[in-house]
T-cell receptor, first 115, second 115 residues
Framework: AQSVTQPDIHITVSEGASLELRCNYS??????LFWYVQSPGQGLQLLLK??????LVQGIKGFEAEFKRSQSSFNLRKPSVHWSDAAEYFC?????????????FGKGTKLTVNP | DADVTQTPRNRITKTGKRIMLECSQT?????MYWYRQDPGLGLRLIYY???????NKGEISDGYSVSRQAQAKFSLSLESAIPNQTALYFC??????????????FGPGTRLTVL
């Protein structure tokens, strides 16, 4: 069955440090991959997406992610974290089933940023 | 104005009551979705609709029903609320994209508490 694993439930980094959030997926076909961010009390905002082509994708707020087919991974990175990046991050894989399409989400990684 | 709105934003109700959560969108998208979010579980799909006449169950539809009143409106009902339906509920929309999986845009969420 299709699934998304975010191995880290909670990560704490210092402001200015680099960040990498891990995401592994299980899906037989070409994956459509997404990262969303949920700030406290807010809905989900799309950070970036991978559909095809260049495996390093740039997103909003200085985030990037790299698709590695051999590792079934789509890790999110940021070179220097800002306090405003404190939020929960969700990786998702888009898949088609029986003529319909849907997103399957990971369980999320909560990011705390220390001053 | 927000593209995807949800009402109410917060609701406290009692076991056995009927509750309706409403979602409206101004994005002109045909596709609408209802998810619930529980701590540590990520987002799980309840129902989705690809147009006004198309309603589909997601992975956790038991205890819920939906109504697609118009292209822009998609309501979620709990016929007889129970405490384990306490969660954060999100509505999302997307447009059809022939190239693959379309991006979903999320509303701000409704926090529902069932006592």
């Amino acid at each position: 069955a299709q699934s998304v694993t975010q191995p880290d439930i909670h990560i704490t980094v210092s402001e200015g440090a680099s960040l990498e959030l891990r995401c592994n997926y299980s899906y037989g076909a070409t994956p459509y991959l997404f990262w969303y961010v949920q700030s406290p009390g807010q809905g989900l905002q799309l950070l970036l997406k991978y559909f095809s082509g260049d495996t390093l994708v740039q997103g909003i707020k200085g985030f990037e992610a790299e698709f590695k087919r051999s590792q079934s991974s789509f890790n999110l990175r940021k070179p220097s974290v800002h306090w405003s990046d404190a939020a929960e991050y969700f990786c998702a894989v888009g898949l088609t089933q029986g003529g319909s399409e849907k997103l399957v989400f990971g369980k999320g990684t909560k990011l705390t940023v220390n001053p | 104005d927000a593209d995807v709105t949800q009402t109410p934003r917060n609701r406290i109700t009692k076991t056995g009551k009927r509750i309706m959560l409403e979602c409206s969108q101004t994005k002109g998208h045909d596709r609408m979705y209802w998810y619930r979010q529980d701590p540590g579980l990520g987002l799980r799909l309840i129902y989705y609709s690809f147009d006004v006449k198309d309603i589909n169950k997601g992975e956790i539809s038991d205890g819920y029903s939906v109504s697609r009143q118009a292209q822009a409106k998609f309501s979620l009902s709990l016929e007889s609320a129970i405490p384990n339906q306490t969660a954060l509920y999100f509505c999302a929309t997307s447009d059809f994209w022939a190239g693959g999986i379309s991006m979903q845009f999320f509303g701000p969420g409704t926090r529902l508490t069932v006592l």
